[in-house]
C-alpha cells in the first residue's frame, strides 16, 4: 500500500512530545488508536485540508464538529475580520454577543435566555451545577457511552450491578466526586426506574446525549428520551440535553426539535463558535434566573462572550439558517451511506454506517442498529485501525478513532463525497476483500 510521506509532521511531532505530554494538546490527536502518528495539519480550505508535508486530504472530521461550514468559509473569516479590527478582548459586553444570543434565541423555541462560555466541557459543568443549585439535590444521571466532556464528576464509568454509582474514569478524580453520578446504560427503562426508586429525592439531573456520538453513534428511539423527560417531570428532576455536537447540526434547533421533546436545561459548543471555543447553555427565563448575578449560582469567565468568537459564531449560524441548508447536508451524506452501505451489504462485509443528519458513523456490525455502548464490540476496532490508514492514503483524513463519527459540511462538493465514496469502497475491500 502506498504511504504517505510525513516527514514535516513527524519532525514537528518529535519536537511536540518536549513540550506536551504525548506531543498532542487533546489525547485522540495522538493517534494511538490508529497506526502511525499524528498528521500536524498545515492549512484547510472548504472541505480539504493540507498536512505539513503538503498531502491533501478530504476532511470528514472538520475540527470534531465545529466546522459545518467547512474550512475557513469567507463569510466567517470576514466576520472575525471586522470584529478583530476593533480588539480582541475587553472583559466587557459587547454587540456581538447580543447579536449571536438574539439570532439563537430567535430561532429556538426551547430555551429564553442563555449564558456564552468558552467550551463545552464548561457549558456541560455550568449546567450541572445549575441543575443543583435550582433543585437543591446533589445527585447526576449519566449514560454509559455518552461523553459530556472533561468534567471531574462525568469521568465516570458505571461500577457493578444496574443502577450503580459511578467509579472514576480518570485519575485524579476523587471517588466522593464520582458517587456524585449515577451511570446507567442508555436504552435501559428498567435500570432508569431502579435508579429513580434507589436515589428518588437527590437526583437533581439526568444528562443525556440526545444524539449519543462520541462513543460511536448510538441513536436513541424518542421513546427513551421521552422516558427520561417524564421521569423527570415525575421526580422534580432536570433534563439537560447535551447538544454540543447535535446543536445546530441535526437542524437548527438541535436533538430537542429533532425529536420534539423539551428539555430543562441545553449546553451548546463546537458549531456554535463558528471554528472559534464558544460553548453556551441555556433555558427558560425562570431557571436561568438562578445563575448570577440574578441567582445564587455562580459562574463566569474572563474570555466568555469574547466579540471574536461571538463574530465567527454568527457568521457561521447565519448560513445555517438560510432555506435548505440542513437537507442539503443531509441528502450528501445519505448518498454516502447508502453508497457504502449498499457497497458493502454486496460484498458481505461486516461493515455498515450508521447515520443521522449530517453525522455518520463507520460500524463493524451487521446488526440492525447500536443502541448502547457495550453493543459495541471493542476487538473489531482492528478493522478500524487498517481502514483508517488506508484511507488516509487515499486522502480521506476521518477521526483517529473508530469510536469517533464523521462529519459532512456544506463544502463538501458533489466531487468531493463521489471521490470519498469511491475512497471508502475500495479501502473496505482492502481490509476485508
Ligand atoms: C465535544 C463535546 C463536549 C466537550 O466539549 P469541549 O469543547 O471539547 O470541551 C461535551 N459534550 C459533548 C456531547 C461533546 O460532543
Not at 68 to 84: R, S, Y
Not at 109 to 128: C, H, P, W
Not at 290 to 306: C, F, K, R, W
Request: glycine share 10%; charged share 20%; hydrophobic share 40%.
Amino acid at each position: 500500500m502506498n504511504t504517505l510521506n510525513t516527514k514535516q509532521s513527524l519532525a514537528l511531532y518529535e519536537e511536540a512530545l518536549q513540550y506536551f505530554p504525548g506531543g498532542v494538546n487533546s489525547p485522540v490527536r495522538a493517534f494511538r488508536s490508529v497506526h502511525g502518528k499524528p498528521l500536524f495539519i498545515e492549512r484547510g480550505e472548504g472541505c480539504e485540508i493540507w498536512d505539513a508535508d503538503g498531502n491533501k486530504f478530504i476532511d470528514f472530521c472538520c475540527s470534531w464538529g465545529p466546522l459545518i461550514l467547512g474550512h475557513n468559509p469567507p463569510t466567517v473569516k470576514q466576520k472575525i475580520q471586522e470584529a478583530l479590527d476593533k480588539g480582541t478582548s475587553f472583559g466587557a459586553p459587547t454587540r456581538y454577543g447580543n447579536a449571536l444570543a438574539k439570532l439563537i434565541l430567535d430561532n429556538n423555541q426551547y430555551i429564553d435566555k442563555l449564558r456564552f462560555v468558552n467550551s463545552g466541557t464548561e457549558a456541560v459543568m455550568s449546567a450541572v451545577r445549575l441543575a443543583r443549585g435550582a433543585t437543591g439535590r446533589n445527585k447526576v444521571i449519566k449514560f454509559e457511552g455518552c461523553y459530556h466532556g472533561h468534567v471531574d464528576h462525568l469521568l465516570v464509568k458505571a461500577g457493578s450491578g444496574l443502577a450503580t454509582f459511578g467509579v472514576s474514569d480518570s485519575a485524579g478524580v476523587p471517588a466522593s466526586f464520582a458517587q456524585e453520578t449515577i451511570v446507567l446504560p442508555l436504552n435501559d427503562r428498567t435500570a432508569l426506574t431502579q435508579a429513580f426508586e434507589t436515589y428518588k429525592d437527590d437526583i437533581a439531573a439526568i444528562i443525556v446525549e440526545p444524539i449519543p456520538a462520541n462513543n460511536g453513534l448510538l441513536l436513541q428511539e424518542r421513546s427513551f428520551l421521552e422516558c427520561l423527560r417524564l421521569k423527570c417531570h415525575q421526580n422534580g428532576t432536570l433534563l439537560i440535553f447535551d447538544e454540543v455536537i447535535s446543536g445546530f447540526r441535526v437542524g437548527f434547533e438541535g436533538a430537542a426539535a429533532h425529536y420534539d421533546i423539551k428539555p430543562d436545561i441545553i449546553t451548546y459548543g463546537k458549531i456554535i463558535g463558528g471554528g472559534m471555543p464558544v460553548g453556551a447553555y441555556g433555558a427558560s427565563a425562570e431557571i436561568m434566573g438562578h445563575i448570577a448575578p440574578d441567582g445564587p449560582v455562580y459562574q463566569a469567565g474572563t474570555l466568555s462572550a469574547n466579540p471574536v468568537a461571538m463574530a465567527a459564531g454568527l457568521a457561521q449560524l447565519e448560513r445555517c439558517l438560510e432555506e435548505g441548508f440542513y437537507e442539503n447536508l443531509e441528502a450528501k451524506t445519505k448518498q454516502i451511506v447508502k453508497s457504502v452501505n449498499d457497497f458493502c451489504l454486496e460484498k458481505g462485509y461486516p461493515v455498515q454506517l450508521f447515520s443521522i443528519a449530517s453525522i455518520f458513523w463507520i460500524a463493524f456490525t451487521k446488526e440492525e442498529a447500536v443502541r448502547s455502548a457495550d453493543a459495541i464490540d471493542g476487538d473489531k476496532m482492528q478493522y478500524f485501525k487498517a481502514l483508517h490508514q488506508h484511507l488516509l492514503a487515499k486522502g480521506i483524513y476521518v477521526g483517529p478513532s473508530g469510536y469517533e463519527v464523521c462529519f459532512v459540511s456544506a463544502a463538501h462538493h458533489e466531487e468531493a463525497i463521489a471521490y470519498a465514496i469511491e475512497a471508502f469502497c475500495t479501502s473496505l475491500e482492502l481490509v476485508f476483500g
